[in-house]
């Protein structure tokens, strides 16, 4: 048995977006891997049966990447995103598309909805031939329609996607147009001023009508159990750009009637009906500008919503406060006098499902029964499936506390009695798992890796405990080199690893970065410094307003307690971080000697530039203030 090497990175493969099957005996998901000649990433579709037995199979192997499976509420259908190129006859239908540029932002916004036909077979279908490409979707319960969000040029607007895109037959690119605070977002590039809006379209047919206008985004949408609502997560603030009020509203199918379900108090997200379509299921904070908070789940009664007489024209009502400007005569606290908030004229009639639960929510709950969710949290340095009746009363179903095992957040899904989810371990990579009442055990469903796994030589991995300078107790995970023992007494150089976030976690899952260091001779040092979740809202709002010195010390201090340990050479330190862990890289180096080198990658150096140019506008105003304030 060998090492890691980075060819290696070319083999593995990682399961995701498990889509169990109504009846709850198959699972649909997507695997996704690097091609080593294009040097880019793929998505495949995979299926597998939940008991266990049978090999999973490839759906899909196109050039292009295949993604978000969903089965019709028959079960006979599986309808995906793709970025495939479109069917000979639907090219006419919207020209040349994106294929003549290959330019920015081509390829990402071209998925379009397509629909395998799981009795008969044959090759997918296309339903949508969007200019823009679909977002997200969702089937309607008679199986016969299905609810979408996509980009909504208007005339100017598209002329505009073309200059800049580089699709004019003269003259190459155009000069981004900049006019929204913030002005451009990661994975996206430059934002523009395109609204976001519903559509609903004919599966069979394709014919296809929109559902809602004006000049706001229409996101995540999902169909009623009963048909008569499809939900959706709107900012009608007036100034999305600064402020994070996304409220949740529901509109009937043929447009006729609109809700508004919450009231401009809340940031809704990972959003679920009840099985009764009476209600619907979701988490927020309970201040949405602090992302330090808590997320509890949260449960709105539809018979408290408010209708809305037009919804393209309900933009900035509900609110006394409008806009993200700032005080002229600041006073007090520089981030309590940054920004003036919405403040809205009601507040939601909201119930807590769980309300002893005091752990971060990390992914959307499923129902796996009537009354019964699966849902996926934070709890000290791992993700765990826990399991919560709408009465409060909750459950740990996997994995064990402490255990070197976590959920991964590739996303979790059930019907039929059956919830599927993927489980990481870090010396034996991921894979998908079914859990159900009927065996107390998981029963793995995919072993993806496993050859490759038998041919290498993986990383140990253990969980340290110590004491930060101020005597609060933080946890780290410490991965050794391949065959070296704990006990030995053989100090390797350490790589200490620093997670982005910061309110984030670095969990015991499986990582080819740390496991080909670790098979180059060092020991790897993961710390769960103060701002990371998972540890209490107290443990996380203790950097608020304050980067640097507590999280440097906590990172001190993990890397003192793997030298007391016998484990990391003093003498050979080294460290890195990608965004806030590149942050923190940067603090380090301008803070000790300890380290020999470092690598920070995308990493802030001068926050006051950062300011108003970068992807983080809410988040620096929210957290620091505003920089001639403080």
Same mark, same amino acid.
């Given at each position: 048995?060998?090492?890691?090497?980075?060819?290696?990175?070319?083999?593995?493969?990682?399961?995701?977006?498990?889509?169990?099957?109504?009846?709850?005996?198959?699972?649909?998901?997507?695997?996704?891997?690097?091609?080593?000649?294009?040097?880019?990433?793929?998505?495949?579709?995979?299926?597998?049966?939940?008991?266990?037995?049978?090999?999973?199979?490839?759906?899909?192997?196109?050039?292009?990447?295949?993604?978000?499976?969903? %089965? +019709? =509420? &028959? #079960?006979?259908?599986?309808?995906?995103? $793709?970025?495939? /190129? !479109?069917?000979?006859? @639907?090219?006419?239908? *919207?020209?040349?598309?994106?294929?003549?540029?290959?330019?920015?932002?081509?390829?990402?916004?071209?998925?379009?909805?397509?629909?395998?036909?799981?009795?008969?077979?044959?090759?997918?279908?296309?339903?949508?031939?969007?200019?823009?490409?679909?977002?997200?979707?969702? %089937? +309607? =319960? &008679? #199986?016969?329609?299905?609810?979408?969000? $996509?980009?909504? /040029? !208007?005339?100017?607007? @598209?002329?505009?996607? *073309?200059?800049?895109?580089?699709?004019?037959?003269?003259?190459?690119?155009?000069?981004?147009?900049?006019?929204?605070?913030?002005?451009?977002?990661?994975?996206?590039?430059?934002?523009?001023?395109?609204?976001?809006?519903?559509?609903?379209?004919?599966?069979?047919?394709?014919?296809?009508?929109?559902?809602?206008?004006?000049?706001?985004?229409?996101?995540? /949408?999902?169909?009623?159990?009963?048909?008569?609502?499809?939900?959706?997560?709107?900012?009608?603030?007036?100034?999305?750009?600064?402020?994070?009020?996304?409220?949740?509203?529901?509109?009937?199918?043929?447009?006729?009637?609109?809700?508004?379900?919450?009231?401009?108090?809340?940031?809704?997200?990972?959003?679920?009906?009840?099985?009764?379509?009476?209600?619907?299921?979701?988490?927020?904070?309970?201040?949405?500008?602090?992302?330090?908070?808590?997320?509890?789940?949260?449960?709105?009664?539809?018979?408290?919503?408010?209708?809305?007489?037009?919804?393209?024209?309900?933009?900035?009502?509900?609110?006394?406060?409008?806009?993200?400007?700032?005080?002229?005569?600041?006073?007090?606290?520089?981030?309590?006098?940054?920004?003036?908030?919405?403040?809205?004229?009601?507040?939601?009639?909201?119930?807590?499902?769980?309300?002893?639960?005091?752990?971060?929510?990390?992914?959307?709950?499923?129902?796996?029964?009537?009354?019964?969710?699966?849902?996926?949290?934070?709890?000290?340095?791992?993700?765990?499936?826990?399991?919560?009746?709408?009465?409060?009363?909750?459950?740990?179903?996997?994995?064990?506390?402490?255990?070197?095992?976590?959920?991964?957040?590739?996303?979790?899904?059930?019907?039929?009695?059956?919830?599927?989810?993927?489980?990481?371990?870090?010396?034996?990579?991921?894979?998908?798992?079914?859990?159900?009442?009927?065996?107390?055990?998981?029963?793995?469903?995919?072993?993806?890796?496993?050859?490759?796994?038998?041919?290498?030589?993986?990383?140990?991995?253990?969980?340290?405990?110590?004491?930060?300078?101020?005597?609060?107790?933080?946890?780290?995970?410490?991965?050794?080199?391949?065959?070296?023992?704990?006990?030995?007494?053989?100090?390797?150089?350490?790589?200490?690893?620093?997670?982005?976030?910061?309110?984030?976690?670095?969990?015991?899952?499986?990582?080819?970065?740390?496991?080909?260091?670790?098979?180059?001779?060092?020991?790897?040092?993961?710390?769960?410094?103060?701002?990371?979740?998972?540890?209490?809202?107290?443990?996380?709002?203790?950097?608020?307003?304050?980067?640097?010195?507590?999280?440097?010390?906590?990172?001190?201090?993990?890397?003192?307690?793997?030298?007391?340990?016998?484990?990391?050479?003093?003498?050979?330190?080294?460290?890195?971080?990608?965004?806030?862990?590149?942050?923190?890289?940067?603090?380090?180096?301008?803070?000790?000697?300890?380290?020999?080198?470092?690598?920070?990658?995308?990493?802030?150096?001068?926050?006051?530039?950062?300011?108003?140019?970068?992807?983080?506008?809410?988040?620096?105003?929210?957290?620091?203030?505003?920089?001639?304030?403080?």
């Amino acid at each position: 048995m060998q090492r890691f090497v980075l060819a290696d990175l070319y083999r593995l493969r990682r399961p995701s977006s498990p889509a169990v099957a109504p009846d709850g005996r198959r699972v649909a998901f997507v695997v996704r891997g690097w091609r080593s000649q294009e040097d880019r990433g793929y998505s495949d579709l995979w299926m597998v049966r939940t008991d266990g037995t049978g090999s999973p199979h490839r759906l899909t192997r196109v050039a292009e990447n295949d993604a978000s499976p969903a %089965w +019709s =509420p &028959d #079960g006979r259908f599986l309808a995906f995103l $793709s970025d495939r /190129p !479109d069917e000979p006859d @639907r090219r006419e239908e *919207r020209g040349k598309r994106e294929d003549d540029a290959a330019g920015e932002r081509g390829r990402e916004i071209a998925q379009q909805i397509w629909v395998m036909d799981m009795q008969l077979g044959g090759e997918p279908r296309q339903v949508t031939c969007r200019e823009e490409g679909v977002e997200e979707f969702s %089937w +309607s =319960p &008679d #199986g016969q329609h299905i609810v979408f969000s $996509s980009r909504d /040029p !208007d005339e100017l607007q @598209r002329e505009y996607l *073309r200059s800049i895109r580089g699709q004019k037959k003269r003259g190459g690119r155009g000069p981004h147009v900049i006019r929204r605070t913030q002005h451009k977002h990661d994975l996206a590039g430059y934002l523009d001023e395109v609204s976001t809006h519903l559509f609903i379209v004919h599966v069979f047919t394709g014919k296809m009508r929109i559902l809602t206008r004006g000049s706001c985004d229409e996101r995540s /949408p999902q169909w009623s159990p009963d048909g008569r609502w499809i939900s959706f997560i709107s900012n009608r603030t007036g100034d999305p750009d600064n402020n994070r009020r996304f409220d949740i509203w529901a509109i009937s199918p043929d447009g006729e009637q609109c809700l508004r379900v919450t009231r401009g108090d809340v940031d809704a997200s990972h959003l679920r009906w009840t099985p009764d379509s009476r209600g619907l299921i979701f988490t927020s904070r309970s201040e949405p500008e602090n992302p330090y908070l808590l997320n509890p789940l949260l449960s709105v009664q539809l018979e408290d919503a408010e209708p809305v007489d037009d919804l393209a024209s309900w933009v900035g009502r509900g609110w006394s406060v409008i806009g993200g400007r700032v005080p002229d005569d600041p006073g007090g606290d520089p981030v309590q006098s940054a920004r003036a908030y919405p403040i809205p004229e009601e507040r939601t009639p909201a119930t807590p499902v769980s309300e002893g639960l005091r752990l971060p929510i990390v992914g959307s709950p499923v129902w796996a029964e009537e009354t019964r969710m699966v849902l996926p949290v934070a709890d000290r340095g791992q993700t765990r499936l826990i399991e919560t009746d709408l009465d409060g009363s909750t459950r740990v179903i996997y994995p064990p506390r402490d255990d070197m095992l976590t959920v991964s957040l590739g996303g979790i899904d059930g019907a039929g009695g059956v919830t599927v989810a993927g489980i990481e371990n870090p010396e034996a990579g991921v894979d998908l798992f079914a859990f159900t009442r009927a065996e107390p055990e998981p029963i793995r469903l995919t072993a993806l890796n496993e050859e490759l796994l038998q041919e290498r030589r993986t990383a140990s991995y253990r969980r340290l405990q110590f004491n930060n300078s101020d005597g609060d107790e933080v946890e780290a995970l410490l991965a050794l080199p391949p065959d070296m023992s704990w006990e030995e007494g053989n100090p390797v150089p350490l790589i200490a690893k620093i997670h982005g976030g910061p309110m984030f976690y670095d969990a015991p899952g499986f990582s080819f970065s740390e496991q080909y260091w670790a098979g180059m001779g060092y020991a790897v040092l993961m710390v769960n410094y103060r701002g990371s979740i998972s540890y209490g809202e107290e443990f996380t709002m203790a950097i608020r307003g304050d980067w640097g010195p507590r999280e440097h010390d906590d990172l001190m201090c993990g890397v003192r307690a793997a030298a007391d340990g016998g484990w990391a050479d003093p003498e050979r330190l080294f460290c890195t971080g990608f965004s806030y862990g590149g942050i923190m890289t940067n603090w380090a180096v301008g803070h000790t000697d300890a380290f020999s080198a470092a690598a920070s990658e995308h990493g802030m150096w001068d926050y006051i530039s950062g300011f108003g140019t970068d992807d983080c506008h809410l988040w620096w105003q929210d957290d620091l203030g505003v920089p001639w304030q403080n």
